[in-house]
């Protein structure tokens, strides 16, 4: 089986790194935390794409452990695609335009 790729939508990109900089201006070790939870949730998505929850628009969701954000992502036939970085208490589906 071929190895997937994540690809990173640039808005959720921002999002992610909105929300370290939030963490970050309050503690290092939070910023760290987050990041390290964001790389293990991409890595646990790769594993086994299909495994989490169906989300809204044709999406799926990992929900973060720690934080209280998702990656939203869909599965393509070669790559990941994640649309969003969302945190869990916004509003739903605001990234469905990506």
Do not use: N
């Amino acid at each position: 089986m071929a190895l997937m790729r994540v690809d990173l939508h640039p808005e959720a990109v921002a999002e992610a790194s909105a929300a370290y900089e939030w963490y970050r201006e309050r503690s290092a070790a939070a910023a760290e935390g987050f990041a390290s939870e964001l790389e293990h949730a991409l890595a646990r998505i790769l594993e086994a794409p299909a495994g989490w929850s169906p989300h809204l628009h044709g999406t799926r969701r990992h929900v973060m452990r720690h934080y209280p954000y998702q990656v939203v992502y869909r599965v393509r036939e070669d790559a990941i695609e994640v649309v969003a970085v969302a945190h869990c208490r916004r509003k739903p589906g605001y990234w469905r335009h990506r």
